[in-house]
Each structure stands twice: as C-alpha cells, then as structure tokens.
C-alpha cells in the first residue's frame, strides 16, 4: 500500500507543539485501529506505539502520569522498566524524521519515520 494511501486510510492529524502530527486512528472505545488481542502489526508499529507510554508529554508531571495509568491498563502494571529504557524511548521520538505536511501536500509540520 503506497504510503500516502496509508495514511489517509489509517492516520488523522493531531495538532502538535505549533504543528500537526500523524496518529494512528482509534477505535470508537479510543483503542487503536490495529489492536485486536493483540497488535496487529506489532513488528512494523511506528514509533508513537513503540515508545507509548513513555511520552515526554505523559511524563511532565505524576498528575498527568497517573491519568496515563487510569486510562490505559498496561501502563503502571507489570515489570518495572529502567530510567535508561524511559530515556531511550523519548529520544526516539524525539529523533524521529521531521517533514512537513507540506512534503506530502500538506501545508503543516507532522513527524513521521521510515
């Protein structure tokens, strides 16, 4: 599937720090499009599933983290993970490609990566 195909069928944009970002779509219960007992395309997720719940945006504050665990069952459970794996997911996002909407002919700032 070629990728702008992809991403008007799966993505919808999300206003993003000045910008819009691309975000998988959610289900009506706000799970994502790809999760039935499981991911669906687990090996090939994008980075906004690879490094979730570690978001810098969801690690600003223990108010806005515990809301992260009311909402979402895995996050707060399990194994403990280390700082430097915290760390290692927030600059993979932070060093995911930046483009432009208007590289895919759009006209605002998003982040996607390869």
């Not at 919808?12 to 998988?24: C, I, K, P, Q, Y």
């Not at 403990?80 to 006209?107: F, H, N, P, Q, W």
């Amino acid at each position: 599937m070629p990728a702008d195909e992809f991403i008007q069928v799966y993505c919808r944009w999300v206003d993003w720090d000045g910008g819009a970002r691309l975000s998988l779509k959610e289900k009506t219960s706000l799970d994502c499009i790809f999760w039935k007992d499981g991911c669906l395309i687990y090996e090939a997720r994008p980075v906004q599933c690879r490094t979730y719940p570690f978001w810098a945006s969801m690690l600003d504050s223990e108010e806005v983290w515990l809301c992260t665990t009311e909402r979402c069952p895995g996050a707060g459970s399990g194994s403990l993970v280390s700082g430097e794996y915290i760390e290692s997911c927030m600059e993979l996002d932070r060093s995911a490609e930046i483009l432009t909407k208007k590289d895919l002919g759009y006209d605002r700032r998003i982040q996607i990566t390869k």
